[in-house]
T-cell receptor, first 115, second 115 residues
């Protein structure tokens, strides 16, 4: 079974609007970490945001926030005030003890920001 | 440099030849990963090194693939008897973390083309 599921292969958003990229995960570990990365067309991988499973509050980093719903096992990325430079692939990732703490990635969502 | 360094950046080889891809992680990072990314696809986990522990090789697709990490630093991914389906970008990443926390720092990748 897939550990990380990103159900949106592609998403469109109008510039300056907010967009939510979905991510669900599967683990039986009580302690785990969730990450989002951005990959522009240049190919580099850029870390965006981290959420620990025991964190009481949703993580935020500038225009990025993580909507963490532990009971639903979802960790959606919210990008506020989209910019043209946000057009990229976005990957959700997880680390867990039962996986030896290795990081596994979802299939990704390609975001297109329209002017 | 201070980042993860990979070489070569591009490699074109003929089917059946062996190739070696090198990764120089960030100094002091105990964790090192190799991932494979086919065009427009997600990151496929290949192998994970953590300190002096035995590597997690669960993602290696066949026995033609192997990797080693010498002295807890530089890693080499070797693909023997390359096939056309091995064509992809091979990404190396390192992390200081031994647990659920700590983001990955990625190299720019080695693009392998098998003719």
């Amino acid at each position: 079974a897939q550990k990380i599921t990103q159900t949106q292969p592609g998403m469109f958003v109008q510039e300056k609007e907010a967009v939510t990229l979905d991510c669900t995960y599967d683990t039986s570990d009580p302690s785990y970490g969730l990450f989002w990365y951005k990959q522009p067309s240049s190919g580099e991988m850029i870390f965006l945001i981290y959420q620990g499973s025991y964190d009481q509050q949703n993580a935020t980093e500038g225009r990025y926030s993580l909507n963490f719903q532990k009971a639903r096992k979802s960790a959606n990325l919210v990008i506020s005030a989209s910019q043209l430079g946000d057009s990229a692939m976005y990957f959700c990732a997880m680390r867990e003890p039962s996986g030896g703490f290795k990081t596994i990635f979802g299939a990704g969502t390609r975001l297109f920001v329209k002017a | 440099g201070a980042g993860v360094s990979q070489s070569p950046s591009n490699k074109v080889t003929e089917k059946g030849k062996d190739v070696e891809l090198r990764c120089d992680p960030i100094s002091g990072h105990t964790a090192l990963y190799w991932y494979r990314q086919s065009l427009g696809q997600g990151l496929e986990f290949l192998i994970y090194f953590q300190g002096n522990s035995a590597p997690d090789k669960s993602g290696l697709p066949s026995d033609r693939f192997s990797a080693e990490r010498t002295g807890g630093s530089v890693s080499t991914l070797t693909i023997q008897r390359t096939q056309q389906e091995d064509s992809a970008v091979y990404l190396c990443a390192s992390s200081f973390s031994r647990d659920n926390t700590g983001e990955l720092f990625f190299g720019e990748g080695s693009r392998l083309t098998v003719l």
